[in-house]
């Protein structure tokens, strides 16, 4: 296993999306995982919301161990319930 893997599961439990309202927390389901860094949550609304996971940085899918990052995502967070605080906008995702 590459190190990130663990690195990935530590930073998991400070989930954080990357919107223009700071410091505002919400609760919803895993509902994807794009790659390593990158999921959809599906919040009370029933809206899908993509979500930067901060301070992570995972190899690209194209990259070596990007689909195994990917893989210890959906291990990690697929179909579970998280805490999201929201701290800024991505305007990549």
């Known amino acids: ?13 400070a989930v954080v999306l990357f919107l223009a309202t700071p ?14 860094d990158t999921i959809t949550v599906l919040n009370w609304d ?22 195994m990052a990917k893989w210890y995502t959906m291990y990690q967070c697929l179909a579970r319930f998280v805490d999201v605080e929201q701290r800024g906008y991505d305007r990549r995702v």
Request: aromatic share 10%.
């Open 1 to 13: 296993m590459p190190r990130i893997l663990p690195w990935i599961a530590s930073t998991f439990m």
């Open 23 to 36: 410091a505002q927390a919400w609760e919803g389901l895993v509902i994807g995982v794009h790659d390593g």
């Open 46 to 67: 029933l809206e899908t919301v993509k979500v930067r996971l901060a301070d992570v940085d995972c190899p690209e899918l194209d990259q070596p161990w990007g689909y």
